[in-house]
């Protein structure tokens, strides 16, 4: 009783300094569009971390029972914790929280031409661009394509089971599941991924992984651009 007693104590306390803002959420929160990004590195750091990390996603829903499963390491990689709002998955060393009502992408329709686009979490951007005196940009938000292999127009929606294309610099073909587990993309993310259909092939998916079939060469005339700004940020 007293041992039980005197971590309530402490308990109320951390929430007291948390409350009064002693403890400054910054420190270890990093908030990206509708995600925030808990660094468990710098939180394992303040004392008394699960009640700061409690009083942390109290308003998200998350209940003392939850944290205690949490705290058990980062070892659970990829399991998903929920709220009645939000839920919440271990990322290698940092944990993610994300609203359980984000708006869903729709598959959409480019055309041939300079626009802008907006499906779900994403804003994209295109442009046709003359192949001489073209700088490549190695950002995994921006695919520059071989214009005269796509056929247009070209469709961008979610992934679906079964999808596969061949990635930039392989012979054979490839899962676009077993893409996203290779690059450890958390599962609350996988949702929001799209790919970029050229006819029936799959072009790029899309913040991620080029296909070798529509790259940029040597021979290439004309490049279709395109920037795409959402979820992805948060791998910048």
């Not at 829903?61 to 919440?88: C, E, R, V, W």
């Amino acid at each position: 009783f007293v041992q039980a007693a005197g971590r309530t104590a402490q308990r109320l306390r951390l929430v007291e300094t948390f409350v009064q803002g002693i403890i400054d959420r910054s420190s270890f929160i990093e908030q990206r569009g509708n995600h925030l990004i808990i660094d468990l590195a710098k939180l394992g750091k303040l004392p008394g971390w699960q009640t700061v990390l409690y009083q942390a996603l109290r308003p998200l829903g998350f209940n003392y029972a939850q944290i205690d499963q949490i705290a058990a390491g980062p070892h659970q990689s990829g399991k998903l914790f929920t709220s009645p709002t939000h839920q919440l998955n271990f990322d290698r060393q940092r944990l993610l929280v994300s609203p359980l009502d984000d708006e869903h992408p729709q598959g959409i329709y480019l055309q041939a031409a300079a626009a802008a686009y907006a499906t779900g979490p994403w804003q994209l951007n295109t442009r046709l661009a003359a192949a001489a005196g073209y700088r490549l940009d190695p950002q995994a938000h921006i695919a520059s394509l071989d214009a005269d292999k796509l056929q247009f127009p070209l469709l961008l929606r979610p992934w679906q089971k079964g999808d596969a294309f061949r990635p930039l610099g392989m012979r054979g073909q490839k899962k676009v599941s077993d893409l996203l587990i290779d690059l450890k993309v958390p599962v609350n993310l996988k949702k929001d991924v799209m790919v970029l259909l050229s006819g029936d092939e799959i072009a790029w998916v899309a913040g991620y992984r080029l296909s070798e079939d529509f790259k940029v060469t040597a021979a290439t005339r004309q490049i279709f651009e395109i920037s795409l700004h959402g979820n992805n940020d948060l791998y910048q």
